[in-house]
């Protein structure tokens, strides 16, 4: 791009709105810039672009400071010393030892040796091609090799990051296994820092340093935008956290019980998997807050409010990397106000990470594609990896990145990979490094890596074949529903869970045609590299967390799509802008269209907030009735009961005492099950006698309540009314006080 005429003919002069040129010449994929544009619309500016198909360069200022042009093979001096070599010696040597070390111990098959003896054969043959004169070297790897003496400490770094991990597999298949691996947390970590570090570029000189002046004089109107809505988005998801939703689920609960083992030492490894086969370093994420700030519905949830909000941040970043500034600030403002967000980043469940883990990996990638620096590739993988530790939603961000790969090389074949091969292989190398320990996991222990996906995956789980069976519909009648009721999550089918269990789809009217717009555009512009991660991660994420799984539409499953659900609505609207804009040639309609759009997203915001705050919560949808009992009980333990008092919860089989927002937050009070009926007067002498007793008595049991005052005639009964119907009773207490318990067994 030039700002002189040009006699190329095959180029294309424009002197008209040069800001309208460049953007749309910048959305459909032909320009890729480092910063966006900002060309006055007065401006009269001859633009000339040079469209390639195929070539997709840097700007030249980029392509200077990433690139510099590999040394031709006839430069090449065949007989230069690589004193790198001996650095992958070294490394070859010890990984094929501690692979050898591992099946000595074994003395079986094991994956993890394989592993390591595959890397080390791997890294050996490189290194020994490169050495042997026999053989014609590759010239981008003779160059590397032949940089170790000007940069050596990066070697070293790089191979002990992979010696670290090595290490770190090696301890965590030890049999029998360690007391304790928490400590091993730093090896994973410092491994990882040593790649980032041996593939960060060299520091720049101090006349290239950031100067955070110019820096804020240039952006402080967007900086201010995006401050207020992510002031925004942490108000709307931190305020009363504890009470709203007022309910505490049991699969919460169930994963705060996690933390706590975590904190007491019953769980002491980060590297496996714990509850339902969820990993167990999200325990650890949720044990920081709870640690601090004790076992309470707030702290459990606080973690959680700051992923929403930073996930409001990188997707303001993703989508300003890929279609500009204006089109990020509406997608972050929608998204930091959107009902079904909000309500996620409100639980203490960690479903709401698989959106920021997505958007953080396609930020990277695209900052990779886009300057070619080795440090944003790596820091894609980096995050990649680290998704696979938390819900197994998250394992999609490596299936969206592997997507991208597949489709890149479909569209530019071997330009791609002629640009951009270094950048894949950092990418593919920090995956490993950190992912490396999850995917040991999943080898040696498949049944627990898989737990979760076998219980709701519609084939794993045997459901598709029992629904054949119970329904008498083939198997293509039943996967044509699936995928409508997935597909449609957000405009026709409501939650199908009591994880948010809304009546309504997940978009209403206005929001759900913009999205259906914004989807058809998309998916439609298939060859557009900007649009194409968004149509990726909504089909993929659709596919994944709904058609593959049993009873879809289930919204804990489809958290990650509503990334890009909201850019879709945004993009809509974009165009809707633009189409105004080329309609009419008139500056005033012109200056009214960015207000216009502000106003729109405004008024959509405020009936998304709406409906979250003032018509769904009220209801006490969220968790079930079971979860409503639960928390209520809880809470009353808690606050009237100590640890004199022994609980009987006459509950089952609908409940039980051990639903995990009782243990949670009353754990100092003790319980037991009635599982049986009582159909004469109760026993005393079954009953602990050094405690008082509280009776708690779900409405379907409620007869049984007259066997046990037969017994202790002078108890106090307090009947619960329900929270979402006064009229209905909860449950009902009948409180028995120790020294009646030892009368009534005299």
């Not at 043959?125 to 790897?141: G, R």
């Not at 996967?479 to 026709?492: C, E, G, K």
Request: charged content about 15%; proline content about 6%; some cysteine.
């Amino acid at each position: 791009m030039s700002h002189t005429p040009s006699n190329n003919p095959d180029s294309t002069q424009h002197s008209e709105t040069a800001q309208d040129v460049v953007d749309a010449v910048y959305q459909d994929g032909h320009l890729k810039l480092s910063t966006p544009l900002d060309i006055p619309n007065d401006a009269q500016v001859q633009i000339t672009m040079v469209l390639q198909t195929e070539v997709d360069d840097p700007p030249p200022s980029e392509q200077s400071a990433t690139q510099q042009p590999a040394p031709s093979t006839s430069q090449v001096d065949s007989t230069a010393p690589m004193r790198g070599l001996i650095f992958l010696l070294v490394g070859a040597l010890g990984l094929v030892g501690l692979a050898q070390q591992t099946f000595l111990d074994r003395l079986e098959f094991s994956w993890t040796a394989l592993a390591l003896a595959i890397i080390a054969v791997l890294i050996f043959t490189l290194t020994a091609l490169a050495a042997n004169s026999e053989y014609k070297t590759p010239p981008f790897l003779r160059s590397m090799f032949e940089s170790v003496g000007r940069g050596s400490w990066r070697q070293v770094m790089l191979i002990g990051s992979v010696g670290l991990t090595g290490i770190l597999l090696y301890l965590l298949q030890l049999e029998p296994a360690l007391p304790s691996y928490n400590w091993t947390f730093f090896f994973w970590i410092g491994a990882t820092a040593l790649y980032v570090a041996a593939i960060a570029p060299p520091r720049k000189s101090s006349d290239q340093r950031w100067n955070i002046r110019n820096w804020w004089q240039q952006h402080n109107q967007t900086i201010i935008a995006v401050g207020a809505i992510l002031v925004v988005a942490v108000g709307l998801r931190l305020f009363q956290l504890g009470n709203i939703p007022p309910t505490l689920g049991g699969d919460e609960a169930e994963q705060g019980l996690e933390a706590i083992d975590v904190l007491n030492g019953e769980i002491t490894n980060p590297f496996s998997t714990g509850w339902l086969g969820v990993p167990t370093m999200s325990f650890y994420f949720n044990a920081l807050t709870i640690g601090l700030l004790g076992n309470t519905i707030f702290a459990l949830r606080l973690p959680w409010v700051f992923v929403g909000a930073a996930t409001v941040l990188s997707t303001f970043l993703l989508v300003k990397r890929l279609r500009g500034e204006t089109l990020a600030l509406l997608t972050a403002a929608l998204l930091a106000t959107y009902h079904y967000h909000i309500h996620y980043s409100r639980l203490g469940s960690n479903q709401i990470a698989d959106a920021l883990f997505v958007s953080l990996a396609l930020l990277f990638f695209y900052r990779g594609y886009d300057t070619r620096q080795p440090v944003d590739w790596a820091l894609s993988g980096i995050i990649v990896g680290f998704a696979q530790y938390f819900y197994a939603g998250g394992r999609f961000t490596a299936v969206i990145i592997m997507a991208l790969l597949a489709y890149f090389t479909l569209r530019d074949r071997q330009h791609f990979w002629r640009e951009h091969y270094r950048g894949v292989v950092v990418l593919l190398g920090a995956m490993l490094i950190v992912s490396g320990p999850m995917i040991q996991y999943a080898f040696r222990f498949p049944d627990d890596y898989n737990a979760r996906l076998s219980m709701v995956g519609i084939f794993q789980s045997g459901w598709l074949a029992t629904e054949q069976e119970v329904l008498g519909h083939s198997a293509w009648e039943i996967l044509v529903v699936q995928f409508q009721r997935a597909a449609l999550a957000f405009t026709a089918y409501p939650d199908k869970t009591f994880w948010y269990g809304s009546p309504k789809p997940l978009f209403h009217f206005a929001d759900g045609a913009l999205f259906l717009l914004g989807l058809g555009f998309a998916s439609l512009s298939f060859f557009n590299r900007r649009l194409i991660p968004m149509v990726f991660w909504w089909w993929g994420g659709m596919m994944m967390g709904g058609f593959l799984t049993e009873n879809p539409p289930s919204t804990q499953r489809l958290v990650t799509m509503s990334v890009p659900a909201v850019f879709f609505v945004a993009l809509a609207l974009e165009q809707i802008g633009l189409i105004v804009r080329r309609s009419w040639n008139c500056p005033a309609i012109h200056r009214l269209i960015a207000p216009a759009l502000g106003g729109v997203v405004l008024i959509l915001s405020l009936l998304s907030i709406r409906w979250y705050f003032v018509e769904y919560t009220p209801q006490r949808i969220y968790g079930g009735i079971n979860s409503v009992v639960a928390t209520s009980i809880a809470e009353y333990a808690r606050d009237d009961l100590d640890a004199s008092w022994h609980m009987y919860f006459f509950g089952p089989p609908r409940m039980y005492i051990g639903f995990g927002t009782i243990p949670y937050l009353a754990p100092d009070v003790a319980g037991e099950d009635i599982v049986e009926p009582i159909t004469e007067s109760l026993d005393s002498s079954t009953l602990q006698t050094n405690k008082n007793a509280a009776f708690i008595f779900l409405p379907e049991r409620m007869d049984e309540l007259e066997r046990v005052r037969e017994t202790f005639p002078n108890g106090e009964l307090q009947s619960i009314p329900s929270p979402i119907n006064n009229n209905d009773v909860l449950y009902t207490i009948y409180r028995v006080s120790q020294s009646q318990i030892a009368q009534g067994i005299e």
